[in-house]
């Protein structure tokens, strides 16, 4: 170190936050580090010469004159609202309350004084009262800025002069002014240009904030709101380019289209005369088409802002026309609650059906839509939004359009079959079937023709893509489509990725993207990083016009205000949140298809059976779980059955089995290969057929405690005590209401009939319970749980195969030498861990039958009717010892 010369423990010193301790290292760094210059590009290099003075005059022991001197001959900014700053604090008044540190406070009263003179030769006279100081003259600009231009008394020249001749600028990332200054600029574009020349460099991640606020409504209309407005969004582009009128922002003005009309007007005479970067004709329509989606298509105050919005830019596209249809028959639905609900179509309508025609036909003849024809009433139907209370818009096509009884109900019938697939419409399902009985038998039918699936339908295997992101029409998702998660979930993984990859360059990317750029030369990392930005710095930003959504532009000022400048430690974010804008899709009061096919159609049902596949193939919990009973007492009697079938569907498409599945065939579910093993072939074909009630089940044991007890003899050909002692013991286990006793407590039990003295009874009851143990353990009946373990192993194996060929394949394809990690699917994984617990639970069981020395043998492997007792083979080692 002390070989290295002193340009070299510069930058040594210029890099560590506190050099107090190599000074004091040896007597050479300590007189090198008090040289005033040594001292002032300390600051200047590590804190940028905009927050140079800042940082200095915190470290007032390393503070005097010519420190002070040589930092303002180098370079560092010196604002009169800076020297304001610090003389408010130093002399403990309470103009300056973001900062809470000593500051100024800790240099010496001579040295202070030494500043404030150098201030006073830069700047003359400097204004001291309340209120008096730049920062308030600033904040001033944007308080009066929603105000008439004849009633603001701050004038443009005086701000201009604080900023030309002043050097205005905020000096801290703490300063509160750091977030108000780009407002100014947008208030008044015009002194962008003397703010450049102070350091000052706009953000282009505060475009969309400034904007909003160029076109925020203000407090009192004034007639050249509109001129105003264009005259600031034109000046301040062509100072800066990277400022721009986003995508974003325009469909944000033209949701105020009614309530801010200068502003939407302004936004008009931006597109007309080609100034936006983008044709606000397809900004329109596509923020009229997010509304089939979302349930602010109910909202009857949208009605009025996407009339104006067809008005202004009229569309021929076909979900356009959706999204007014629906804001026609829904708004006006949801307005007429005293409408008859039940109607007969071959009689004379009510009035109310006819005054309720009516209003719709004026609406739609305000918007200026072509003529409805039948299949805009179809596609009515189908929306997820569609009343539950449809029949207006049946009336609407019997004397609008003049559709006969039997367009009727061809109509409501194909509506029907939409609503199988859209999984919130059960409400809509339940009242077709009460108003039209026949659909019933139809929905039985479509079901079991269209939406049988079987592995064959299935993408292959090999095709990985095409498994990933197949997904059964019945039972989907309809918060998060699976093509939605899967995107979602990829550009996680490759969001990870590249954060991994580019670890080291962490720092500098940050650095790159400060949240207000004030003169990036040399500023601390960890100053740099308090408003660090998600996306980087760099030309290619330019190009993104923004996304459009349907927040509202006063919304998102308050957005923008509310936000805290940062986020407290100690903030606990809770689970409460209610969507009073309706960007919800799907509506308030919904019921899952799902469901209602389980309650309607019951469980042993062929519909019930295919909505359970499709719901296993899309992994959605909300239906499988009340289609297994979760939640209820265990009773294979409100289950629907799950089969192999299921599993074998998803070894197809490589997913994992839902863990439900697991749980059921360790309480006892009976083995199926498939919907045929325990359905009637008419349910199979869709054909209506009453189910007998079933009987309850009666125990086929009676032991009773008489003073007679006849037992057959050993010899006896058919052992009937122990025949059915063994048939019974595995299903009384499997039943977790009445649960055999372990062996130790059934070897206890005494059978001495109450009030004998004749201990040959007793005796005899012993030799039966003994000889019905033996003949159980000779005779081992298969569970249930044994046949899902042997045929889910078969399927294991058979993963297992198509594991090692995928393997073989990407090895052989794959550069020699090179080492490639082929992963195993999820349903591998998931299987291989649920087989291990299932044998663990037949074990278990098999040890309360038979007792707890049994040896461990596996009933789960073996021909399908026969099961072999496998025996330890003996060691080598035994053999030659024998011999």
């Not at 559709?403 to 919130?424: F, H, N, P, Q």
Request: hydrophobic share 35%; aromatic share 10%.
């Amino acid at each position: 170190m002390d070989r290295l010369c002193d340009e070299v423990v510069q930058l040594i010193i210029n890099e560590l936050d506190d050099p107090t301790h190599l000074s004091l290292a040896s007597k050479r760094f300590y007189t090198f580090t008090q040289d005033p210059y040594v001292r002032a590009w300390y600051f200047i290099s590590r804190y940028g010469k905009i927050q140079a003075l800042y940082w200095a005059l915190g470290r007032g022991r390393l503070m005097n004159g010519k420190v002070i001197n040589t930092l303002l001959s180098s370079g560092a900014h010196l604002s009169r609202y800076f020297v304001q700053c610090a003389m408010h604090h130093y002399y403990r008044t309470a103009q300056v309350p973001f900062i809470k540190t000593p500051w100024v406070r800790s240099m010496d009263l001579a040295v202070f004084t030494h500043f404030q003179a150098v201030s006073v030769q830069h700047f003359g006279n400097i204004p001291l009262g309340k209120g008096d100081d730049d920062g308030s003259l600033v904040d001033a600009v944007i308080k009066e800025s929603r105000f008439p231009v004849e009633q603001r008394q701050i004038k443009w020249e005086t701000v201009k002069e604080v900023l030309e001749k002043y050097k205005f600028i905020p000096f801290c990332h703490k300063d509160a002014m750091m977030a108000n200054y780009p407002l100014v600029l947008a208030i008044e574009p015009r002194l962008l240009p003397y703010a450049r020349a102070n350091g000052f460099t706009m953000d282009h991640k505060y475009r969309n904030f400034v904007f909003r606020k160029m076109f925020e409504k203000p407090a009192i209309s004034f007639e050249g709101r509109a001129d105003e407005i264009v005259r600031n969004v034109k000046e301040l582009s062509r100072l800066d380019h990277r400022m721009f009128l986003s995508r974003t922002v325009a469909a944000e003005i033209c949701m105020e289209a009614k309530t801010n009309d200068q502003a939407y007007n302004a936004l008009k005479r931006l597109d007309k005369e080609g100034f936006l970067r983008f044709e606000l004709a397809n900004v329109v329509e596509t923020l009229i088409k997010t509304f089939a989606n979302t349930r602010s298509v109910m909202s009857p105050s949208t009605f009025n802002v996407l009339k104006e919005l067809f008005h202004d830019f009229p569309s021929n596209d076909p979900l356009v026309r959706h999204v007014l249809l629906l804001q026609v028959f829904v708004c006006e639905t949801a307005a007429s609650p005293m409408l008859p609900t039940i109607i007969t179509m071959n009689s004379e309508p009510p009035a109310a059906w006819r005054a309720f025609v009516d209003k719709c036909q004026q609406r739609v003849e305000s918007i200026g839509l072509p003529p409805i024809e039948r299949r805009d009433l179809l596609d009515v139907l189908r929306s997820k939004f569609a009343p539950e209370r449809f029949q207006g818009i049946l009336m609407y096509g019997r004397l609008i359009l003049g559709m006969s009884t039997k367009a009727m109900d061809e109509l409501i019938r194909e509506a029907a079959y939409t609503c199988l697939e859209v999984g919130c419409k059960g409400k809509m399902l339940r009242k077709i079937i009460e108003l039209f009985p026949p659909v019933e038998d139809s929905l039985r039918r479509r079901v079991m023709e269209v939406y049988r699936l079987s592995v064959e339908d299935l993408p292959p295997w090999e095709d990985e893509d095409a498994c990933v992101l197949y997904e059964a029409p019945l039972c989907q998702d309809f918060l998060i489509p699976r093509a939605t998660m899967i995107e979602r979930i990829q550009e996680l993984t490759s969001t990870r990725a590249v954060a991994s990859a580019s670890e080291s360059n962490e720092v500098q990317e940050q650095e790159e993207s400060v949240a207000m750029q004030v003169d990036t030369q040399g500023a601390t990392r960890s100053e740099r990083a308090i408003e660090s930005a998600s996306d980087d710095d760099d030309d290619d930003d330019d190009d993104d016009l923004g996304h459009i959504g349907q927040d509202s532009l006063s919304t998102m000022i308050r957005k923008d205000e509310s936000a805290p400048t940062r986020r407290s430690r100690r903030f606990y974010e809770f689970a409460m949140y209610t969507d009073g804008q309706g960007k919800l899709q799907y509506p308030a009061d919904h019921q899952l298809v799902g469901k209602w096919i389980r309650t309607h159609y019951g469980v042993r049902s062929g519909v019930t059976a295919v909505f359970m596949l499709h719901s296993v193939i899309n992994g959605n919990p909300v239906i499988i779980q009340p289609y297994l009973g979760y939640g209820e007492t265990w009773n294979q009697e409100n289950r629907v059955p799950i089969t192999l079938k299921h599993f074998k569907l998803l070894a197809r498409l490589g997913r994992a089995p839902p863990h439900l599945l697991f749980d059921e065939i360790e309480y006892g579910a009976e083995f199926y290969f498939s919907e045929e093993d325990y359905l009637a072939p008419d349910e199979l074909n869709g054909t209506v057929i009453k189910h007998p009630k079933p009987k309850k089940r009666t125990s086929r044991i009676k032991i009773k405690m008489v003073p007679e007890y006849s037992v057959k003899s050993e010899a006896s050909p058919t052992p009937t005590v122990a025949e059915d002692f063994a048939e019974t013991s595995l299903s009384a286990v499997s039943s977790s209401s009445s649960r055999r006793p372990r062996r130790s407590a059934a070897s206890t039990i005494n059978y001495v009939v109450p009030d004998s003295d004749d201990e040959a009874i007793a005796d005899d009851g012993d030799e039966v319970m003994h000889e019905v143990k033996v003949i159980a353990k000779k005779r081992k009946v298969e569970s249930n749980l044994q046949k899902w373990i042997k045929h889910l192993t078969v399927l294991l194996k058979d993963e297992q195969r198509k594991y090692k060929e995928r393997k073989k394949f990407v090895h052989a394809s794959a550069a020699p030498g090179t080492k490639i990690r082929v992963p195993k699917n999820d349903f591998y994984k998931t299987l291989a861990a649920a087989l291990t617990r299932l044998r663990k639970a037949d074990k278990e069981k098999r040890q309360q039958l038979y007792g707890t020395d049994i040896p461990d043998e596996d009933y789960s492997s073996g021909d399908e009717d026969e099961y072999q007792e496998r025996t330890s083979r003996p060691s080598k080692r035994r053999k030659v010892e024998a011999a």
